[in-house]
């Protein structure tokens, strides 16, 4: 099976900024798309951004210009650089990852994983 660990969250005055990882371990062939998503008290769980094996990129219109996704693909690891943090950022960070994987010899493509959440807390 996967497991996606994350770190890297925690409490920060608006203006600051975070850096989120999260890496994939188990029986992995490969891991295809990575995202990460939140979820803020009362809200549903958004997309924040994604990034496809190759780097393409794409951002939820709120965090453009102040959120950069990247991956280590040798590390199975995904990061979200914060910057420019606002109040309004506050939320249960989530990474999700698809990946191919072996299991009691069969292949499965594309299955889907998420993280246990990391909280992100921006305030004064």
């Known amino acids: 099976q996967v497991q996606l660990v994350e770190s890297g969250g925690g409490l920060v005055q608006p203006g600051g900024s975070l850096r989120l990882s999260c890496t994939a371990s188990g029986s992995i062939l490969s891991v295809n798309d990575m995202a990460w998503y939140r979820q803020a008290p009362g809200k549903q769980r958004e997309l924040v951004a994604r990034?496809?094996?190759?780097?393409?990129?794409n951002y939820v219109d709120s965090v453009k210009g102040r959120f950069t996704i990247s991956r280590d693909n040798a590390e199975n690891t995904v990061y979200l650089q914060m910057n420019s943090l606002k109040p309004e950022d506050t939320a249960v960070y989530y990474c999700?990852?698809?990946?191919?994987?072996?299991?009691?010899?069969?292949?499965?493509?594309?299955?889907?994983?998420w993280g246990q959440g990391t909280q992100v807390t921006v305030s004064s």
């Open positions: 990034i496809t094996s190759w780097g393409s990129t």
């Open positions: 999700r990852a698809k990946v191919d994987v072996v299991y009691n010899d069969v292949l499965y493509r594309d299955d889907d994983y």
